[in-house]
Nanobody, 128 residues
């Protein structure tokens, strides 16, 4: 059974940084596509940053480039999201997803995948 568990969220002042972690078990880490999404109340979930299947060719939402970086460590089955220079607009629930379908790039982030396995999310709040 695939399990996805996020951690690392919290309250931070604008300009600060956070590192989110996502541990994925029960799935072949090198075969699944993995990524980060976020959602605020009343809005649709949106893709933040994703790897292709096998952990290559990362995609980052254009408005977040230069501030958000996705990474992974296969040895501990963990996906990361490094967020720098945080802004109040970055406040959201952040979700990790593991998609079993084959993706040649990380652009699967552009649509929220129904087929993916999801965690329960970790809350990020950025104060002004």
């Amino acid at each position: 059974q695939v399990q996805v568990v996020e951690s690392g969220g919290g309250l931070v002042q604008a300009g600060g940084s956070l590192n989110l972690s996502c541990t994925i078990t029960g799935a072949p880490f090198d075969q699944y596509a993995m990524g980060w999404f976020r959602q605020t109340p009343g809005k649709q979930r949106e893709g933040v940053s994703c790897f292709s299947s096998g952990g290559q060719k990362p995609y980052v939402q254009s408005s977040l480039k230069g501030r958000f970086t996705i990474a992974r460590d296969k040895s501990v089955n963990t996906l990361y999201l490094r967020m720098n220079n945080l802004k109040p607009d970055d406040s959201a629930m952040y979700y990790c997803a593991a998609d079993p379908r084959h993706w040649g790039s990380g652009t699967w982030c552009l649509a929220v995948p129904r087929e993916a396995y999801w965690g329960l999310g970790t809350q990020v709040t950025v104060s002004a």
